[in-house]
């Protein structure tokens, strides 16, 4: 069985755990509540922000909502039967269900003690829609809490790997109007990790990020890493091998200093890595995913944009090597703790030099 995000379950979930009949019987009944309960909130909310001036429109709008009441109750009393139900065969569903039934039962028994709209008043009748408006909120929360991860798992299964779904775009609209609500949502969901069965997420961002499911494939991408940063090292080697048939060259046949350089380079990029995640985990004061969480999940998650700060930083490397003769260790520690400026500042150097060239080789050709 799947258990729901508000519950601790007692093994980690996976896609290969599959859920019973009964748990999607209640998970689709949860969902018919919820969604019954969210449109006609939505029908109430649009009512108390443009509410009818004249009388005659305010009578209609009344008697219109005295006839929706009814309607809804029968999606909310059919789902609530139909748990009640599945809780009398089933003693492990009951188990984690029952305070689930006794909120949605005594909240909605709540609302119904609360509606009794007279057309002939409507001052009394909207206080009524409001505050019935507001209660709502509690059975939308109550079928999310449950609903929202195993709906969460299906999504992940449709994303790549280190794409990210986005809780407020993708069910921001199904959420309750409470903000509190909302953010105890997002964080029952962030405390639960294990119940996200291929995915991480991250609190901070409200996103949660597709992950591999198995430990071996999330290994990967350290040799992927490791290959980038190897490849890396071989172009250092071959520009300083340049230099002995180029005498031209700018950068000085090879020497032992230019590959300590790249080294020391990649030692400065990732202290400043390490120093941010500090800074990050310090400051976090809520469930949030940080490298220092755990760094082998993390370089998975972000693998292609490690990637690319890899290449980003060969890039800065050999165009250091290029225009800063006599670079020792420490400079290049410097650099790679300020990769990205220090790469972009002899990017636009270097693309000067080469207009200024090219410049050259047309005066020279006209």
């Known amino acids: 069985m799947e258990t729901p995000a508000n519950n601790s379950p007692s093994e980690p979930q996976n896609e290969n755990s599959g859920r019973t009949d009964n748990d999607r019987r209640i998970f689709a009944d949860l969902r018919e509540i ?17 509410p009818p001036s004249t009388s005659e429109g305010q009578q209609s709008t009344i008697s219109e909502q005295t006839k929706r009441k009814p309607q809804v109750d029968v999606f909310v009393r059919t789902g609530i039967a139909s748990i009640r139900d599945i809780f009398e065969h ?11 039934l006794v ?55 449709n994303l790549d790997v280190g794409q990210p779904l986005d ?29 996200i069965a291929s995915g991480c997420f991250d609190a901070e961002t409200g996103v949660i990020y597709r992950i ?76 949030s995913f940080t490298a220092m969480d755990d760094w082998l999940l993390w370089l998975h998650v972000h693998e292609k944009p490690v990637l690319y700060g890899i290449l980003w930083a060969d890039l800065g490397f050999l165009l250091l090597t ?23 500042l002899f990017l636009t150097k270097f693309e000067a030099v080469i207009g200024n060239a090219a410049t050259q080789l047309k005066k020279a050709a006209a």
Not at 92 to 100: F, I
Not at 168 to 173: A, D, K, L, R
Not at 185 to 192: F, K, P, T
Request: with cysteine; glycine share 6%; charged share 25%.
């Open 212 to 287: 591999a499911p198995t430990l071996k494939e999330r290994r990967r991408c350290l040799w992927h890493v490791s290959g980038l940063i190897l490849l890396g090292v071989l172009l250092a080697a071959g520009a300083c091998f340049v230099g002995l048939l180029l005498p031209a060259w700018p950068i000085k046949a090879y020497r032992y200093s230019t590959l300590a350089n790249y080294v020391s380079l990649f030692f400065g990029a990732g202290a400043h890595l390490l120093i941010q995640a500090l800074k990050q985990n310090r400051a976090q004061t809520k469930p």
């Open 90 to 100: 089933d003693l492990r569903e009951h188990e984690w269900g029952a305070a689930v």
């Open 103 to 157: 909120d949605l039962d005594l909240g909605w028994q709540d609302i119904d003690n609360q509606w009794t709209l007279d057309p002939h008043k409507p001052e009394r009748a909207l206080d009524t829609i409001r505050l019935v408006r507001d209660k709502l909120d509690g059975i939308v929360y109550t079928c999310l809490a449950i609903t929202l991860a195993p709906d969460i798992n299906d999504r992940l299964l």
């Open 34 to 50: 919820s969604a019954a309960a969210h449109k006609w909130q939505t029908e109430l909310t649009a009512i108390l922000d443009a």
């Open 167 to 195: 809780l407020e775009f993708v069910y921001g609209q199904d959420f309750p109007r409470d903000s509190a609500m909302r953010k105890r949502l997002i964080l029952e969901v962030a405390q639960e990790r294990k119940v």
């Open 322 to 344: 290029f225009m800063v003769h006599g670079m020792d260790w420490r400079g290049a520690f410097a650099a790679g703790y300020s990769i990205d400026s220090i790469t972009d």
